[in-house]
């Protein structure tokens, strides 16, 4: 453990290993529902179940938590499995409710036995009107009292499939007039003629979440199952559930979700984004789904330092977007190789360079790494660089190229600049420059001092590609919260597709979500379809950072 001092689910924990419940054993789960793929939410519930075993020595159940055939598929176990295996995690098992499913409907007959559930021919809708508001009671079904047998009975008969959906439901015999809306008679089992994505047509009764989840737990034997805040006031539910059935007390702890500004972490909202065609996929870069962000060049230890650094809270918050992007600067300033590539391309001649002569210049991959190494790049007579890196009317303090202005050329030469051919237009088509022979990076004796250093690339062996430019998706800072519908506060500028870009030689070698610093530019990643001969990157985050300072402010 590091010297940090421990937060409240750390508290709680040590607590219990001092008192030796369990023997000092802690065993935690992570329990994702497989209708949809995880995101930066979910992360944080990784990180947090996994790093308190790791903390204490404990261990991690993956548990799907398939209880609801008709939004569940084997696509979405899949992702889930590589998303968290990609964040660096490795479980101790791999269980699914839908394993329990025999079990849970035992359960059930037990507390039928007990005279604690019934079956209730009443629908959904009557169910929910007779349960009454927060301040006044729930009124009893007509079916609360029918005798045991009978219902064990009726129960076999729904898991029979001798009912329609909807026609009966199994429900706990609890309390109506409970403060707790929870603990109103809640349903245990609901009909659902439905195929699971793993039980097939097995059975046609589904339990409930609140009658699965902390059974599941119990049957793993899971010492802390830790949830979100919304399940607070499921736990005398969970509880009485535990104490009826005799069987294993999880301890639930609850802790805030992170609200993240100018993002959506809801799976139905994502889902809803992917099928109307408002992104590309599920793994689109704009997503905050973990693919999502794996495309757009996140690396899982920026995302494990961001759920570290958000902290654990038991208040709702809103996190700043910002310290994520803060987050992966971090870890590609340390880790990104260098590259220069140029988005919006002017050409530059240096009208004192042999015409037939390329240079390979050695240049370093990444200052920050003296591992890194170097790699050589081309250099000739004819450069691409950025438009706007020249003007013909420089203000005060310019320190790019403009007639008469010299600037140094990452890794290559200091040059001065002579002027520009035009079109019939006036538009600048060519920027014209000297090079001082004896400049060059490294070996440097002109005794040329300049400000300015600018990124280029060699025109004969540029490589063309293309850039993806992203943006935020989302125009305000709580989309899922105002007024309007989420989708009309979408960004149309979200995503720009730059199609003439070029990029230096080495970077055919690119691999899919290999990250780059690109010199000036920002972070950026080979997208999952590039190629060789068809080069795409996406930019993960601009260079800029306004947070580094609010960070250290706060260290
Ligand atoms: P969503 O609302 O996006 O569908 P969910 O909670 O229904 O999320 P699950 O698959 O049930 O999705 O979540 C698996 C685990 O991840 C749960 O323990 C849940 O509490 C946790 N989790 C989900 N979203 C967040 C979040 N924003 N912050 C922290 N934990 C989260
Ligand atoms: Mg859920």
């Known amino acids: 453990m590091n010297d940090k001092p421990l937060n409240f689910l750390e508290e709680i924990i040590s607590e219990d290993i001092s008192n030796d419940k369990h ?11 497989p209708n949809g793929y995880l995101h930066i939410g979910h992360a944080k519930s990784i990180c947090l179940n996994f790093g308190l075993a790791q903390t204490f020595n404990g ?6 938590d398939d209880t609801n055939p008709i939004t569940e598929k084997t696509e979405y176990v899949e992702s889930i499995k590589a998303d968290i295996r990609w964040l660096g995690f490795v479980w101790e ?3 699914y409710a839908s394993d329990y499913f025999e079990q849970l409907h035992d359960f059930a007959v037990k507390l039928i036995t007990k005279g604690l559930a019934y079956v209730d021919d009443l629908s959904a809708e009557e169910i929910a009107r007779l349960k009454g508001t927060p301040t006044e009671a729930g009124l009893p079904s007509p079916f609360r009292n029918r005798p045991i047998a009978e219902n064990l009975e009726l129960f076999a008969a729904m898991r029979n499939g001798i009912y329609a959906d909807g026609e009966k439901t199994l429900r706990a015999k609890i ?13 245990m089992y609901r009909i659902k003629h439905a195929h699971h994505h793993r039980t097939g047509n097995k059975w046609c009764i589904y339990p409930m979440y609140d009658f699965a989840h902390g059974q599941s737990d119990a049957i793993e034997k899971i010492t802390h199952s830790i949830c979100t805040l919304e399940f607070e006031v ?5 509880n009485w559930f535990i104490e009826q059935l005799e069987i294993f007390p999880s301890r639930q702890i609850e802790f805030a979700r992170g609200n993240i500004n100018y993002t959506i972490t809801s799976k139905r909202k994502l889902l809803q984004l992917v099928t109307e065609g408002h992104v590309a996929g599920w793994d689109d870069p704009r997503m905050p789904t973990i693919s999502g ?3 757009r060049g996140y690396t899982p230890a920026s995302i494990r330092d961001f759920c570290d650094r958000i902290g654990i809270a038991r208040r709702e918050n809103m996190i700043d977007v910002g310290l994520l992007e803060f987050c992966v600067r971090e870890d590609l300033n340390k880790n990104a190789q260098r590259r220069m590539v140029v988005v919006n391309p002017i050409k530059l001649i240096i009208d004192n360079y042999p015409d037939d002569t390329t240079e390979m210049l050695t240049a370093e991959n990444n200052t920050e790494d003296p591992n890194a190494g170097s790699r050589l790049m081309p250099f000739s007579k004819n450069l691409w660089i950025e438009a706007d890196d020249f003007t013909e009317n420089p203000p005060k303090k310019y320190f790019r190229l403009a007639p008469g202005l010299s600037v140094r050329l990452k890794s290559a030469y200091i040059i001065t600049c002579t002027g520009c051919d035009k079109d019939e237009n006036g538009n600048v088509i060519a920027v014209h420059a000297n090079y001082h022979p004896n400049s060059k990076s490294g070996q440097d004796t002109s005794g040329i001092s300049v400000k300015g250093v600018m990124h280029f690339v060699s025109a004969a062996q540029a490589l063309p590609c293309t850039i993806n430019l992203y943006e935020r998706l989302f125009q305000v800072e709580n989309p899922a919260s105002e007024a309007a519908d989420f989708l009309s506060y979408l960004n149309p500028d979200s995503l720009k597709v730059i199609t003439n870009a070029f990029a230096e030689p080495v970077l055919a070698d690119a691999q899919p979500l290999q990250t780059f610093q690109f010199l000036r530019l920002g972070y950026f990643c080979a997208d999952t379809l590039s190629k060789p001969n068809q080069l795409i990157f996406n930019r993960t ?3 800029k950072d306004t947070w580094a300072k609010e960070v250290k402010k706060s260290n």
């Open 23 to 33: 023997a000092g054993r802690i065993l935690t789960r992570f329990p994702p529902e």
């Open 59 to 64: 261990k991690t159940n993956l548990r799907f």
């Open 93 to 95: 098992a791999e269980y």
């Open 175 to 187: 309390d109506m007039a409970s403060p707790n809306m929870h603990l109103r008679d809640p349903i």
């Open 234 to 238: 499921h736990r005398p539910l969970y």
């Open 293 to 295: 962000m794996r495309r």
């Open 541 to 543: 985050v601009t260079l």
